[in-house]
């Protein structure tokens, strides 16, 4: 089955629920959430419906701290794309802003409490603004590959969902690849020294 725009914007959603903190509401969509993943190709699907396979198995205290652990413990997985080109930098504050009027040029407004750069919330913008997402999204492969990279090796269920995400996107060119062998090298840039936080005030907090 060929992989259709109608197809990534169905993904992406599904991959954005599953990239938020799990809860008692994420459960209940989960007959939801198959019904969605079975019209999906085999390369988007499996993935997908091996995780919420997992979801279903484990107890909701285990799926919320294991969430934690990997994700706010972890900077190595920070679901926050622009950390991965950026680190804790000025110039990720810029990159925030660059989210932000995307999301503004398409008439969305995100609460305070939200960072623009959260793969889950890029994902659902991406679900209903295709072109612009697909491009926020390409822009930070790198960091997006890293993750994903690592989260297999470490075993993480999380690994799936990536393996679907990076599904919806080209193949990785040369430069990418060149990119995420850097990024795993070096890792992000590091901070530096006397500057403000990384983030406008306005973007100081996390998404949870």
């Known amino acids: 089955m060929t ?3 109608a197809h990534r914007a169905t993904a992406w959603q599904i991959q954005s629920l599953l990239m938020g903190y799990p809860d008692e509401a994420l459960l209940g969509r989960l007959p939801l959430l198959r019904a969605a993943t079975w019209t999906l190709p085999a390369p988007l699907a499996e993935p997908l419906t091996a995780f ?3 979801l279903q198995a484990v107890p909701l205290s285990e799926l919320a701290a294991d969430y934690v652990a990997t994700f ?6 920070s679901p926050y ?3 991965f080109a950026y680190g804790d930098t000025r110039k990720r504050g810029m990159a925030l802003l660059r989210f932000k009027h995307a999301y503004r040029a398409a008439g969305l ?3 305070d409490g939200e960072l ?3 793969l889950a919330v890029v994902l659902e913008f ?3 603004h295709p072109v612009v997402g697909a491009r926020l999204l390409t822009e930070h492969r790198a960091g997006l590959e890293l993750m994903r990279l690592g989260l297999r090796e470490t075993g993480s269920p999380w690994a799936a969902v990536l393996e679907s995400v990076s599904a919806t996107l080209a193949p990785l060119g040369v430069r990418d690849a060149d990119a995420v062998a850097r990024l795993a090298a070096e890792g992000p840039p590091e901070e530096e020294v006397g500057l403000a936080p990384f983030a ?5 907090g996390g998404r949870r």
Do not use: N, S, V
């Open 126 to 128: 991406a679900a209903y």
């Open 3 to 5: 992989i259709t725009d």
């Open 109 to 111: 407004e995100l609460d």
């Open 81 to 83: 794309l622009t950390y």
């Open 72 to 77: 706010d413990h972890r900077r190595k997985f």
């Open 200 to 204: 406008p005030p306005e973007y100081l």
């Open 52 to 54: 919420l396979d997992h």
């Open 116 to 118: 623009p750069d959260h």
